[in-house]
């Protein structure tokens, strides 16, 4: 693949990211949803630079989480964004200015959150670990989440998109499955995984009629997990193995 299809796949990538930023920031949320956040919006900067650093040429597998945690994405506008992982190893930092509106319990300190996200430091490392470098591993894969938005109740407590009412999660879903056309569309790999059974599934519904597309999934690595806690990084070695993902 030469330099202008590299970049071009970046590109893409870049403007489906905006499209469905632009849709996901017209719906609303009725409570128990009290705070909605939109790293698309305000991280917008950081998530660029992501997309045009490491989104560049075709992908052999791109792995598809759920959506932002809020020590994660939440502040680094990078799926699974630990901030560590992010600023040290995918090696992006950026200003991050918070949005007007947010929960007491959840600001957005951006790269100065001194927090760390556990899925993200577990995917990152286990990533760092099997491929050495970032460049290494973006040469063959990529990480998505299905939708970018954070949704708090009034007690700062996560509700995740499938929790929130059809007349709601409808028309995201739709947004949500639109991205992820492109995003397939733009990286054009031969397997789409999903991070968790969320992520599989929206997989299924979304490309599971393109037979040229594999999927597959493998554990989430979130610390609600006992299986995760029991090691994450061998249980998905395994996993992938014995798909035949990777040699």
């Given at each position: 693949m030469n330099e202008p299809d590299q970049d071009?796949?970046?590109?893409?990538?870049?403007?489906?990211?905006?499209?469905l930023s632009e849709r996901v920031a017209k719906l609303r949320f009725a409570p128990p949803v009290a705070h909605v956040y939109?790293?698309?919006?305000?991280a917008w900067t950081a998530?660029?630079?992501?997309?045009?650093?490491?989104?560049?040429?075709?992908?052999?597998?791109?792995?598809?989480?759920?959506?932002?945690g809020p020590f994660g994405m939440m502040q680094t506008g990078v799926p699974f964004g630990?901030?560590?992982?992010?600023?040290?190893?995918?090696?992006?930092?950026?200003?991050?200015?918070?949005?007007t509106l947010q929960h007491p319990k959840r600001p957005i300190e951006g790269f100065a959150c001194r927090r760390s996200e556990v899925s993200g430091r577990r995917l990152w490392g286990w990533a760092a670990q099997?491929?050495?470098?970032?460049?290494?591993?973006?040469?063959e894969c990529f990480v998505l989440n299905y939708c970018p938005l954070v949704f708090l109740e009034e007690s700062g407590r996560n509700r995740t998109p499938e929790q929130l009412p059809a007349a709601e999660s409808t028309p995201l879903n739709a947004a949500c499955d639109e991205h992820l056309r492109e995003a397939v569309a733009?990286?054009?790999?031969?397997?789409?995984?999903?991070?968790?059974?969320?992520?599989?599934?929206?997989?299924?519904?979304?490309?599971?009629?393109?037979?040229?597309?594999?999927?597959?999934?493998?554990?989430?690595?979130?610390?609600?997990?006992?299986?995760?806690?029991?090691?994450?990084?061998?249980?998905?070695?395994?996993?992938?193995?014995?798909?035949?993902v990777f040699g």
């Open positions: 071009l796949v970046s590109q893409n990538l870049i403007a489906a990211a905006s499209r939109n790293p698309l919006q305000y998530h660029e630079a992501w997309l045009r650093k490491h989104g560049r040429g075709r992908k052999r597998v791109v792995l598809l989480g759920m959506n932002p630990e901030v560590a992982a992010v600023r040290d190893w995918i090696g992006i930092r950026a200003d991050v200015p918070p949005p099997r491929f050495g470098t970032a460049d290494a591993f973006f040469a733009a990286t054009d790999p031969q397997w789409a995984i999903g991070i968790g059974g969320y992520a599989a599934k929206r997989l299924e519904r979304v490309l599971g009629a393109q037979s040229q597309v594999r999927i597959a999934q493998i554990l989430h690595p979130s610390p609600a997990s006992p299986a995760a806690n029991r090691g994450w990084s061998e249980a998905v070695d395994r996993t992938l193995a014995e798909l035949g």
